[in-house]
């Protein structure tokens, strides 16, 4: 197969026969490999003879710097075998098995692999120095963790590095050095490990964000689990520049710059998740501050029902959907869920007969069959440039991703009033706060009154752990504390979680929303147009059935799915 590969190479005039003869002559002297004795010997670029090599074999080659093998498919192959062959497991579906490899017409590994994994292998194409640096990074770290126990990996990656004791590890790295130190720094095994480790690790914990921040005397790492932030095991300070700089190599940033703020993303694989990473950079006193959104598409949740409207509310946001035209706001603050009830929305009314259109910033899930357009103010491509746009495509619904300015906002309504339906967010507190924040940026109350057909407002409030929930009493200062009175908790009797294993002894697990469901009806709208007050507008909203958000969360404590001490912290007590 080797010569097959010299012939190839060859004849695409990559190589001259001279060279080929020297490389086999070399070959057979040191016993590597054809393609080890071009890259040792630069005949040809790694990178140029890796796309011969796929073309020649028709083969996938991977980047496995942007892929996070799971340990369950590491283990697969033991680190003997992986570094005799040059080879790594980074995914396994059923009875198959992904092994990027160096050479992958190697045979008699592929057939020994088999026996020894019981798996069908299929091979991929990874450059020689990214497999060889994969190895020593994932099985040098598992030998690490098994000898100092899981819960201190972090200490195994300082250790390898000579440092002993990390109450000394207080070594500032000077913050003008030059980019390729910072590069030498971002590409060094440890870090390499520990970033690695970091994102798998809020992967597999199910969070939202991973925050990286910089003091006199510490790194600090977080995770935002269900929408509180969980301290985490802090890196040795001597690293902080090189995890800086290797996650801003992984988003594609200047890592020259420390000034500006930045923004990027990272696409990688953990395991079998494709995950997308949403990297923000901002300077601060001691270092630039990292937060990482994690955007794992296999979570999307795009089932109206499941996501926690009472049934009332549900019947009524369904039925509101389906108008031909009309605005359709949805409120709440950052990280309520906002995008993903869009998203269910829209998934919901996707049908070949429509022409759906959205305007994002950022385009967080790609939704198949649905025209998705990035915004980019620095062309000139704003919500209100493209919503313009939109109009001369004669889309059926339209979603723009925030109503920021008088401009969108107007644009938006006079599109929902002439046949569009017409769906965004607003950052207001409630249903009804939200007609006065149009009002106050410049909207007239008879545009406002004439468009809106519903506006919901909700908030992500976390579950109960199923796993240790048991059932107390209320004290009457805790219901005082909550604005609450012994009617709205009949019993008094309510549920909590202990704290188990299986929820991190937090004693919750996963969230779920609250809802308040306002539709724009005649009479709503008669008040709008008289400029009634938000607090007129939703004593009629009551009167006419909405549930609000604490009544919502009030059934949801009732039901066992959420405490009070959660509704003190999402919903007003007044």
């Given amino acids: 197969m080797e010569e097959k590969l010299g012939s190839y190479l060859v004849q695409q005039g990559v190589i001259s026969e001279d060279q080929l003869r020297d490389a086999i002559r070399e070959r057979r002297e040191t016993g590597q490999r054809l393609v080890s004795v071009l890259n040792s010997l630069e005949m040809v670029s790694e990178g140029k003879l890796l796309a011969h090599l796929s073309n020649l074999y028709k083969m996938e080659v991977v980047d496995l710097d942007y892929i996070i093998p799971d340990k369950i498919v590491l283990d697969l192959i033991p680190a003997q075998k992986a570094y005799h062959y040059e080879v790594l497991p980074i995914d396994r579906r059923g009875r198959y098995l992904t092994v990027a490899m160096v050479d992958p017409t190697d045979i008699s590994a592929i057939e020994d692999l088999r026996f020894i994994t019981s798996m069908e292998i299929t091979p991929v194409l990874a450059a020689e120095t990214s497999i060889r640096d994969a190895l020593d990074r994932y099985y040098t770290m598992e030998r690490g963790i098994a000898e100092v126990g899981a819960d201190n990996r972090i200490t195994a990656a300082a250790k390898e590095l000579g440092i002993e004791d990390m109450e000394l590890l207080e070594t500032e790295m000077q913050e003008d050095m030059e980019e390729t130190k910072l590069r030498a720094d971002a590409e060094g095994g440890p870090v390499i490990r520990l970033v690695n480790f970091y994102i798998a690790d809020a992967v597999n914990k199910t969070a939202s964000d991973i925050h990286v921040e910089h003091f006199e005397r510490q790194v600090r790492v977080r995770f935002r689990v269900d929408g509180i932030l969980q301290e985490q095991q802090s890196p040795p300070l001597n690293l902080k520049a ?105 998934s919901r009314l996707n049908k070949p007969d429509r022409q759906i259109m959205t305007i994002e910033d950022p385009v967080e899930y790609n939704l198949h069959g649905i025209n998705q357009i990035q915004v980019h103010e620095e062309i000139g491509l704003s919500f209100a440039a493209a919503l313009r746009a939109f109009l001369r495509q004669a889309p059926n619904i339209i979603l723009v991703g925030e109503i920021r300015d008088s401009e969108t906002a107007e644009i938006a309504i006079r599109a929902s009033l002439t046949g569009h339906l017409v769906f965004s967010t607003i950052h207001t507190n409630d249903a009804p706060t939200t007609i006065n924040r149009l009002i106050d940026i410049g909207i007239k109350p008879y545009l406002v009154a004439s468009a809106l057909i519903l506006i919901q407002a909700q908030r992500l409030v976390r579950r109960i752990c199923p796993k240790c929930k048991e059932q107390f009493k209320l004290s009457d200062k805790l219901l005082e504390e909550a604005g609450l009175n012994k009617e709205m908790v009949p019993d008094g009797m309510v549920f909590k979680g202990k704290g188990c294993s299986h929820c991190n002894q937090t004693g919750y697990k996963g969230r779920i929303g609250l809802y308040e469901v306002m539709p724009v009806s005649s009479d709503i709208r008669n008040l709008i147009f008289k400029g009634g007050s938000s607090d007129v507008i939703a004593k009629l909203a009551i009167k006419e059935g909405m549930e609000t958000l604490r009544d919502d969360g009030l059934d949801k404590i009732r039901k066992g799915v959420t405490t009070v001490e959660e509704l003190m912290r999402e919903t007003s007590t007044f």
């Fill in 242 to 346: 090189g995890i800086i700089t290797r996650i801003k190599l992984m988003a594609k940033m200047d890592i020259a710059e420390h000034r500006q703020c930045q923004d990027g993303r990272i696409n990688i694989q953990v395991g079998e998740k494709m995950i997308d990473l949403r990297v923000s950079v901002i300077p601060t006193l001691y270092g630039e501050k990292i937060v990482m959104r994690i955007l794992d598409r296999s979570s999307l949740m795009l089932d109206l029902s499941k996501l926690g409207f009472g049934e009332g509310a549900l019947k009524k946001f369904l039925k509101v959907i389906e108008s031909p035209y009309g605005i359709i706001l949805v409120t709440g603050p950052t990280g309520s869920g906002k995008t993903t009830t869009l998203y269910s929305t829209l």
